[in-house]
């Protein structure tokens, strides 16, 4: 896995951009390369995500993608913008709820657009107990029952959320911070900074950049399948894709 910047050995990330364009960093400045890697990232986080569901997470996140809350007596609605170190939170796919017993169970997803789907979230039936259902609204969450009891971190949500950003590094200073991604992308991180370099600077290589753009992103309207989500979509939706070797805080 390429790391960011390896000025001295010139085999990171942005080093290989410069190479393969042959330009400098008086070209290309840092902020910029940086800021284009970053949209690469997340471009290759919506491909993947839509191909291998919600449980892909990006490895640099130091905890699980879990957040908890409160259960508060009297209180149906609970609300989510960002996990607890500051990510943006993109889906919510799965609430755990603690029964007073101690017990953390799944809440059924139910759609208050649907015929019946309300469940009193939004009918005015103003039921207490222990919930059994949950709707999506916004950046947040409607139980069916409004609880009539109090638990500290008693609700759990499952959630993917933004991948991490790469940091602007220093002039001949290496950053060894990696993608986070399969190994197997790095080569994508160049190639999108690289074609928009080349569009904006309308390089002879443009149309080969392009074509290698077509082969990791695909084309969906073309039916082409881009490389991405080839790799993506071949895990096992219940196997982790990420492998470990950190401690990593449990929730």
Same mark, same amino acid.
């Given at each position: 896995?390429?790391?960011?910047? =390896?000025?001295?050995?010139?085999?990171?990330?942005?080093?290989?951009?410069?190479?393969?364009?042959?330009?400098?960093?008086?070209?290309?400045?840092?902020?910029?390369?940086?800021?284009?890697?970053?949209?690469? *990232?997340?471009?290759?986080?919506?491909?993947?995500? *839509?191909?291998?569901?919600?449980?892909?997470?990006?490895?640099?996140?130091?905890?699980?993608?879990?957040?908890?809350?409160?259960?508060?007596?009297?209180?149906?609605?609970?609300?989510?913008?960002?996990?607890?170190?500051?990510?943006?939170?993109?889906?919510?796919?799965?609430?755990?709820?603690?029964?007073?017993?101690?017990?953390?169970?799944?809440?059924?997803?139910?759609?208050?657009?649907?015929?019946?789907?309300?469940?009193?979230?939004?009918?005015?039936?103003?039921?207490?107990?222990?919930?059994?259902?949950?709707?999506?609204?916004?950046?947040?969450?409607?139980?069916?029952?409004?609880?009539?009891?109090?638990?500290?971190?008693?609700? *759990?949500?499952?959630?993917?959320?933004?991948?991490?950003?790469?940091?602007?590094?220093?002039?001949?200073?290496?950053?060894?911070?990696?993608?986070?991604?399969?190994?197997?992308?790095?080569?994508?991180?160049?190639?999108?900074?690289? =074609?928009?370099?080349?569009?904006?600077?309308?390089?002879?290589?443009?149309?080969?950049?392009?074509?290698?753009?077509?082969?990791?992103?695909?084309?969906?309207?073309?039916?082409?399948?881009?490389?991405?989500?080839?790799?993506?979509?071949?895990?096992?939706?219940?196997?982790?894709?990420?492998?470990?070797?950190?401690?990593?805080?449990?929730?």
């Amino acid at each position: 896995m390429l790391q960011l910047y =390896a000025p001295t050995t010139k085999s990171g990330i942005i080093d290989k951009i410069y190479s393969d364009l042959g330009i400098t960093v008086d070209d290309f400045p840092l902020a910029d390369i940086t800021r284009e890697i970053n949209l690469a *990232k997340t471009n290759l986080l919506t491909i993947a995500l *839509k191909a291998n569901g919600w449980i892909f997470d990006d490895s640099n996140h130091t905890d699980y993608p879990i957040i908890k809350t409160n259960i508060v007596s009297g209180q149906r609605d609970y609300s989510f913008t960002t996990d607890e170190n500051g990510y943006f939170i993109l889906d919510i796919y799965r609430v755990m709820v603690c029964g007073e017993d101690g017990i953390y169970y799944d809440l059924e997803l139910t759609d208050q657009k649907l015929k019946g789907g309300a469940m009193g979230m939004v009918n005015g039936q103003e039921l207490t107990g222990k919930p059994s259902k949950y709707n999506k609204l916004g950046n947040g969450i409607f139980l069916d029952a409004i609880p009539d009891y109090n638990y500290t971190s008693g609700i *759990k949500i499952f959630i993917n959320r933004e991948s991490t950003q790469f940091s602007t590094p220093t002039v001949n200073v290496a950053d060894t911070t990696k993608s986070g991604f399969d190994a197997r992308l790095d080569e994508y991180l160049c190639v999108r900074p690289e =074609a928009y370099y080349a569009n904006l600077h309308n390089l002879k290589s443009l149309t080969f950049l392009n074509n290698e753009l077509l082969k990791y992103e695909g084309d969906e309207d073309r039916g082409i399948t881009g490389k991405i989500e080839s790799i993506y979509s071949k895990r096992d939706k219940d196997v982790p894709t990420q492998i470990i070797t950190k401690y990593r805080s449990s929730r």
